[in-house]
């Protein structure tokens, strides 16, 4: 059975609801409402595993990433700012870690790892993400000196492409995306147990130049769990999300903004491309405080340069545990 969850979506995140048209389902006494309330002086230590594997034409490659560190947040004129220090990674089987590539590689996956603070308002919508200039800065200053021994003309090259990865836009894309997943998009919604609900939202793609792209929402309560192992009762709730992009409207929106950027003749042409994602995330009803999470997510890419067509698909797995002092 599918229906339509109660939901209030948060007025700064980059998910805008393009439509809900199913029928609302009955309250039962098995219904749960999911409300945002992190207290302030709250403190968490987090660790987490990450693995990435990338397939281009047959060839396969995988990186194994272990972190750290700590979430705090505290009471703010206008909201709560939740701010992230301590961060420790260490990063296993990176593909030609003594090459330049390699340390490309591993600078990367350290950079995306890296939180930049922010502040939220008492209804869980982000006000604003802090820090992004400063973190630019170092990002780029490291950038600077891995590249150091490669040629002239390559390094600029690559310091140019990674800059506009690396833009403040994308950077706090990723910042709004990441809470929406763990928080917004599950805050104020009113779910019953075992019952899957569906939306259809559209994504501002930053690596499309902001270009709205539809995806499919599909998210449940699947149960009523303990917090952790050593919890007295089931005060969690364990939650489901699975999302998918429209493939063809992907493609599109790669088109239009290729043509905005005045592609050439080498410019790649992008066929079918899939993004599946799955989140289970074990929260605290009442307050959305997390306590552990599991995201895969699937990228399949087929895509053609002067006629020579080319497949890749990526795959990132991570699992991430909370601990609290309150």
């Known amino acids: 059975m599918t229906g339509t969850a109660s939901t209030r979506v948060s007025t700064g995140t980059l998910l805008v609801l393009a439509a809900v048209i199913l029928p609302r ?118 950038l600077a000196e891995i590249s150091a021994p490669l040629p002239e003309q390559t390094r600029r090259s690559l310091q140019a492409m990674i800059r506009q990865t690396l833009t403040r836009e994308r950077l706090e894309a990723g910042v709004r995306q990441n809470w929406n997943r763990d928080v917004g998009n599950w805050n104020g919604t009113t779910l019953e147990v075992g019952q899957s609900y569906e939306k259809v939202l559209t994504s501002k793609s930053p690596m499309l130049g902001n270009l709205d792209v539809p995806m499919k929402l599909v998210f449940e309560l699947r149960d009523r769990r303990r917090c952790h192992e050593a919890a007295a009762d ?44 799955r989140v289970v995330l074990l929260t605290e009803p009442d307050t959305l405080v997390p306590h552990s999470m599991q995201t895969r997510r699937t990228t399949s890419m087929t895509f053609s340069v002067n006629g020579v067509g080319q497949t890749t698909e990526q795959r990132e797995e991570m699992t991430v545990f909370y601990r609290y002092r309150r």
């Open 234 to 277: 089931d005060s969690c709730v364990e939650l489901e999300m699975r999302s998918s992009v429209d493939s063809q409207a992907v493609s599109k929106a790669f088109e239009r903004h290729l043509r905005s950027l005045g592609g050439q003749a080498t410019t790649p042409t992008l066929g079918d491309m899939s993004i599946d994602q």
């Open 25 to 142: 389902p009955a309250i039962g006494q098995q219904n749960v409402t999911l409300t945002f309330d992190w207290p302030a002086d709250m403190h968490a230590q987090v660790e987490y595993t990450a693995t990435r594997s990338r397939t281009v034409r047959g060839q396969s490659q995988q990186m194994e990433m272990q972190g750290t560190y700590d979430i705090d947040t505290e009471a703010v004129e206008d909201g709560l700012r939740v701010s992230f220090s301590n961060l420790e990674v260490d990063i296993k089987d990176v593909p030609g870690a003594d090459t330049p590539q390699g340390r490309l590689q591993e600078f990367m996956a350290k950079a995306g790892a890296r939180i930049p603070d922010y502040v939220v308002d008492e209804s869980g919508n982000i006000l604003r993400v802090e820090g992004l200039d400063e973190l630019r800065a170092n990002l780029e200053a490291a």
